[in-house]
């Protein structure tokens, strides 16, 4: 019994650090400020009403459902973009979605709580 859940640990820590891997960029705020003070374009992935309540400064609203029928938005793709949602997941996927079609410098922020000080 004891040797299961062990196994059990591991593997949902694995699948843990996996998932951080492939939704964090690893920046902090001081990198994500100085992105954003050279131009990068921030976009908000989260619903209309979650980006009413409250919103990074000067962020585009692009829902993650919107993401792929809206991609003229996110203009050339050698810019930097840098997405953010509530929590990092569904940033994560836009960044997969938008690197899957070219886009080369693509940063989830993770949540807005992630986001520097304005």
């Known amino acids: 019994m004891n040797r299961m859940v062990l196994i ?14 492939r939704n964090s960029s690893g920046m902090n705020q ?13 976009v908000d992935v989260r619903t209309v009403t979650e980006f009413n309540s409250g919103h990074f400064p000067n962020a585009k609203n692009i829902p993650i459902d919107e993401v792929s029928k809206r991609v003229d ?30 886009y080369k410098q693509v940063i989830n922020a993770g949540g807005l709580s992630n986001m520097p000080s304005p």
């Open 30 to 42: 001081s990198g994500l400020k100085e992105k954003i003070d050279s131009g990068a374009l921030v």
């Open 73 to 102: 938005e996110f203009g050339d793709k050698n810019q930097t973009i840098i997405l953010y949602c509530a929590s990092g997941g569904r940033s994560g996927s836009a960044k997969s979605f938008l690197e899957s079609i070219g």
């Open 8 to 21: 059990a640990i591991v593997i949902v820590a694995v699948l843990f650090i996996v998932y951080q891997l």
